[in-house]
């Protein structure tokens, strides 16, 4: 598998939004790599001795280093949803009633905190929202 070209990591930085999300995607299909990885490549660059050992945790920030271990469980931390456009999302064809409804209840557009990908949620907080793409679990209260 080769690596992502630095000029493609360049222009993906220098993206913002849906269309960071539309090219995130296509890469990683492209390089056959996950997003956590090209995101972490993309926030690295120009760094190389970050990819050396992992950031050592700051005061009041979340150790997930630990996460697999079994009887242990994933913290969930109240944060502020990053808000996207929601006429820029594209929604999966679902023709079915339920779909129809749940599409009706979204009002705002968010990034997930954990690998990027827009969820569209409803203006109820505080809300529970687990991302379906990376399973990441979060509590929004703004």
Known sequence: ???VPEHELRA???MKGYDQLLE??????AYGVDKATLQAAMT???NPTAT??????????WDT???DLPGLEQPVAPTTPTYVDKQRLHFEYDPSREAAQ????????ILCSACGVALGIPDIRPIKVTCPA???ETTYTQ
């Open 24 to 29: 995130l995607d296509r890469l990683c299909k």
């Open 44 to 46: 690295n660059l120009g």
């Open 102 to 109: 749940r599409r009706e209840q979204v009002n705002q557009a």
């Open 134 to 136: 990376c399973m990441f």
């Open 1 to 3: 598998m080769p690596p």
């Open 12 to 14: 993906l930085k220098a």
């Open 52 to 61: 050396q050992s992992p950031p050592a945790p700051t005061p009041g920030s």
């Open 65 to 67: 280093t630990h996460k």
